[in-house]
């Protein structure tokens, strides 16, 4: 079958993953309001494209925190990715290098952060980190993500309690006896109760600041007093992301909330975005809107069932195709000449 849009391997990955790996994997928290409105908002997004410019040459690099990368998708954080590939975490890196672009390794990962790094050094890697009740754990992880060459801290800031996801607890779901949390063995031992800490606030990020020298940004963002407050602690950048609506239910689309959030910012710091990305079209309303660059969850993952660093490279590159197309057909040749004007809602 050709692989030919990102819903083609979807359906490859709802056909051939074990059911409780692909419900884990698809979940939203309760009825998925949130997580089908991050795909369904941008259908309500409409382009201005402007006519008879220069399209022949097509520069769709762009930069985030100074580093270059091909095009400007990059791999969301997301956990387990041994439940889709035997290589996991490894294979995510090594696709992310060959199409030069940034991959944020969770703290959830089924590969340790070295085998990570061994995999496909040189590459551009970012670390998520949640922050456990057990803070000396937390803190040995950033300093081991450092020390290995990961170029920012990515803190997750939605996550003081799981959301409930039904299927997953109607699956009983847990990691095959096989697979292990690799940067957390030996913590379990040391937190009996939920590893998440429900107590962490905006004076945490001082504390993370006087561990590491890392640029610090920040992912669960969806509001501008969340927004102000990132900025007034003095991180580096902005994920706007609702966790693919698998935490608050009801929560706005990412790409909604983006608009309040770039205005909030007003060029600070940096802007990213996650959540419903499905196609290159996608991609370039997000950037007129005024994200730098987005990231996908989800859609890698399908990449990983088809064909592991392969298949995610394929993922990656119909995005890439897809951007340079609708970039040259909505009238821009470069990513400097995205902006609002190239957007409207529309009225339905």
């Known amino acids: 079958m050709a692989m030919v849009c990102l819903s083609d391997f979807e359906a490859y990955a709802k056909k051939y993953l074990p059911k ?3 419900d ?3 979940a ?3 009825e998925c309001s949130t997580r089908d409105e991050n795909i369904l908002a941008y259908k309500r997004i409409r382009f201005r494209p402007r006519m008879l410019r220069d399209v022949s040459m097509m520069d769709i690099r762009t930069k985030i925190l100074g580093t ?3 095009f400007p998708v990059g791999i969301a954080p997301t956990g387990f990715h041994q439940l889709a590939w035997p290589d996991g975490e490894k294979s995510t890196a090594r696709a992310a290098k060959a199409m030069n672009t940034c991959y944020i390794a969770s703290t959830y990962s089924t590969c340790t952060l070295e085998e990570i790094s061994a995999a496909a050094p040189g590459g551009l890697r970012w670390f998520q980190l949640y922050i456990h009740r057990n803070r000396a754990v937390s803190q040995q992880l950033v300093q081991r993500a450092e020390a290995l060459g990961f170029q920012a801290l990515v803190l997750t800031a939605d996550l003081p309690y799981t959301g409930k996801r039904r299927d997953d607890v ?3 779901f847990r990691l095959p006896p096989h697979m292990k949390l690799k940067n957390l063995e030996g913590a379990f031992e040391v937190c009996k109760m939920s590893l998440l800490d429900p107590s962490v606030t905006w004076n945490d990020i001082y504390w993370l600041r006087s561990l590491t020298h890392l640029p610090i940004i920040i992912k669960g963002i969806l509001t501008k007093e969340d927004a102000e407050l990132a900025v007034r602690h003095g991180v580096q950048g902005i994920i706007v992301s609702n966790h693919g609506g698998r935490q608050l239910d009801g929560g706005p689309a990412t790409i909604d909330a983006l608009v309040e959030i770039v205005e909030a910012v007003r060029g600070r710091v940096e802007v990213y975005l996650d959540g419903g990305i499905r196609k290159g079209s996608d991609v370039l309303k997000a950037l007129a809107l005024g994200a ?5 969850g989800r859609p890698a993952l399908w990449g990983l069932a088809y064909k592991g660093e392969e298949g995610l490279q394929d993922v990656l590159r119909i995005l890439q195709d897809e951007f340079r197309l609708s970039m040259a057909l ?3 040749a470069s990513v400097s000449e995205i902006g609002r004007h190239l957007v409207q809602f ?3």
């Open 330 to 332: 909505a009238g821009c």
């Open 24 to 26: 884990f994997f698809a």
């Open 20 to 22: 409780i790996a692909w």
């Open 68 to 70: 270059e990368i091909s």
């Open 292 to 296: 730098k660059c987005v990231f996908i």
């Open 170 to 172: 109607r699956n009983g």
């Open 346 to 348: 529309s009225k339905l």
């Open 28 to 30: 939203g928290a309760d």
